[in-house]
């Protein structure tokens, strides 16, 4: 590989300046960095001796290979499911207030094992239900507490993508994004948050029984690693 100087050449009796290394530096870096297989002669990879994950790796979650649940709840959140006893016989066994106070959780957690580094593009698409009586308040008595079912995507524990996702009674949603990550196993957090109780939303019916706040389910992901 051959190396241009691109800028601050030594000469003599230059003038020292600060960013004559740090320049050069990164020239460097980006000459030896941005080198890949697309740079190399065709003949110096074979199927014969190359794995099938070498340049890249997907791992798909749909109904057949659920990641979510298991038997009668594949594709379904299970982080927080009512109790049966608790549950009407016309609802979803899903988020109640009664268990429920707000913020995010977790869905599901999946480690990518053997990440080689490179780009990874992480795909999440499912379906809402949002019980949305009382948003207005009743009578309008109280400020309004808009329903939202909150998504994202984190990557070992930083954030990759969020949206504000559904606020319909029943929606799907999809959300994705991609980076740059370094070699090692990633831990990748399928999270939701649904908006917490307001002053007076319907807890219970007249029976009573806790009545149905939230569920996500029909969870689809696809990670696709890129190495590079």
Known sequence: MSKAWTQHQAREKQTTEADQLNAELRASQGS???????????????????????????????????????????????????????????????????????????????TLTGFKGGSLFVEWAGMSAIFIAFQQTANNNHPANSKWMNVRITVGGVVLVERQGAARPMDNFRVFGSGQYPTGDLVVEYQWRFTASGQDDALVDQTPKNLFQAHIWGNKTLCFARYR
């Open 32 to 110: 030896i960095t941005t080198l890949d297989r697309t740079q190399t002669p065709a003949t110096t990879y074979s199927p014969t001796y190359v794995s099938a994950s070498t340049f890249h790796d997907i791992t798909v979650s749909n109904y057949g290979n659920p990641l979510w649940g298991s038997g009668s709840t594949q594709g379904e959140q299970t982080t927080r499911r009512s109790a049966s006893g608790d549950t009407r016989g016309d609802q979803w066994r899903a988020v109640q207030y009664q268990g429920y106070s707000g913020g995010w959780e977790t869905g599901y957690a999946q």
